[in-house]
């Protein structure tokens, strides 16, 4: 018995390194196939080579012709990038949301996050312009994000709504009215541009450049780090506020700047790719199962799984019917549907 109980952890502690490992090398093999396929395929050598020829000039000798350089480089695997950050963004979100509001139908596009992110988006996209060149739609995204965050901690307030469900459906009652907001501006808009912004709002990721994807990548990275570093809080969070609370953690405080921090991540993702859906209610789920509920590892773990989820749901859209682009706000919101249903069922 003592053997089994001592040798527990250190299988724990074994399994934890090999599983991120396998995690990544999955991550890295999602993106190398979705530079791959598309409406002109090109063999994984070939991406692999001219990946390497990039980062090492002359390190290869070139048996690949210079399209196959464009399409590979310029264009794929930007996008596919910008597809594991958002990914891997949502999802560390939506895992933390379900910490603080201790409701597992938390995420941020049912808490109304996304929306006024997207809002500001569409503000800086149809209205105001580029003032602030590059970080101006990433600002506005985030100010939006935050302004509904706060509108939602409002209405619940106001309503005396303190309960974990209620407050989803605070959220879903705030998007609703955001969206409505951010209608009417697509409304009065230029009538040239609005196609495209449709097109962002359904989520789409076809216009990822390299010059961009500094913006999302430190975010994700600061905004992460930030969760890893308040992994036991928000363990203490997932228990109830009284255990929170006797362990010495401001309760209100430190939920409040869980919201900030994920408007920050939230807004600067739509920002870049539109309103994609329930990647941050699908991923913590489905790695709880895979790694247990502590959140030092559901955090990176969610990082991970949502970041190869979205590469592969990018996959999808760029494939399924081809050589159109089908929004991936689509193929996430049918997935993420019936896992809704799912967990539903699961919980009744």
Do not use: K
């Not at 250190?10 to 093999?29: I, Q, Y």
């Not at 993106?31 to 090492?56: E, F, H, K, N, Y």
């Amino acid at each position: 018995m003592t053997e089994t109980r001592v040798g527990a952890p250190a299988r724990r502690a074994f399994v934890m390194p090999s599983l991120t490992v396998a995690g990544v090398a999955v991550l890295l093999l999602s993106i190398s196939v979705a530079v791959s396929l598309g409406a002109v395929a090109v063999p994984l050598g070939t991406v692999w080579g001219i990946m390497a020829d990039r980062i090492l000039p002359g390190l290869l000798t070139p048996d690949w012709t210079t399209g196959q350089a464009a399409i590979v480089w310029e264009i794929r695997l930007p996008r596919a990038l910008l597809a594991a950050m958002v990914g891997a963004g949502l999802a560390l979100v939506g895992a933390s949301l379900q910490s603080v509001t201790r409701n597992p139908l938390a995420d941020p596009h049912l808490l109304g996050i996304s929306s006024g992110a997207a809002f500001g988006a569409i503000l800086a996209l149809l209205h105001t312009g580029l003032f602030l060149g590059l970080l101006t739609v990433p600002l506005l995204a985030f100010a939006g994000a935050l302004a509904a965050t706060l509108l939602v901690l409002g209405v619940t307030s106001f309503a005396q709504a303190t309960g974990a469900d209620r407050l989803v459906l605070a959220g879903v009652a705030v998007s609703f009215i955001v969206m409505s907001c951010a209608n009417i501006l697509i409304f009065i808009g230029d009538p040239r541009a609005t196609h495209t912004v449709v097109f962002w709002m359904l989520g789409g990721l076809g216009l990822a450049q390299w010059d961009q994807l500094l913006f999302p990548a430190v975010i994700l990275v600061g905004c992460g780090l930030w969760f890893l570093a308040n992994a036991s809080r928000l363990n203490a969070m997932t228990i109830g506020d009284e255990t929170a609370s006797t362990l010495g953690i401001p309760i209100a405080r430190f939920r409040l700047s869980v919201f900030v921090v994920g408007a920050l991540l939230t807004g600067c993702m739509v920002a870049f790719s539109g309103i994609i859906g329930f990647v941050g209610l699908m991923i913590p789920h489905i790695v709880r199962m895979l790694v247990g509920g502590d959140y030092a590892r559901v955090l990176p773990a969610s990082a991970l799984v949502g970041a190869i989820f979205l590469v592969w749901a990018d996959i999808a859209a760029r494939t399924v019917m081809a050589p159109e682009d089908i929004p991936i706000g689509i193929v996430t919101g049918l997935i993420g549907g019936a896992f809704f249903v799912w967990l539903l069922r699961r919980r009744a």
